[in-house]
């Protein structure tokens, strides 16, 4: 489980915070393969974005997103492929 680092202030004394579990991952370490990943903030983090609440009732369900390391099985989950190139 993952926690939003910056939702307090720099103080040694009491004091209220504004943060908790932010992400929730789990690796199986004899498969690799078997990654899987929630994010309360979505993929990007970048409050008001498209994507930014994109996980949480995935979240709220307890369910998450499986991201495999082995490509033959990237390509056999993800059928969506986007591809970014400099202007020539």
Aim: proline share 2%.
């Amino acid at each position: 489980m993952g926690v939003l680092l910056n939702g307090h202030p720099l103080v040694s004394k009491k004091h209220k915070v504004s943060f908790g579990s932010c992400i929730r991952h789990i690796s199986d370490m004899s498969d690799e393969d078997n990654n899987y990943f929630v994010m309360i903030g979505g993929q990007d983090g970048w409050i008001g974005s498209d994507n930014f609440a994109d996980q949480v009732e995935l979240w709220q369900a307890g369910q998450y997103i499986q991201l495999p390391m082995q490509l033959d099985t990237v390509k056999r989950l993800f059928k969506h492929k986007t591809v970014l190139q400099t202007k020539a």
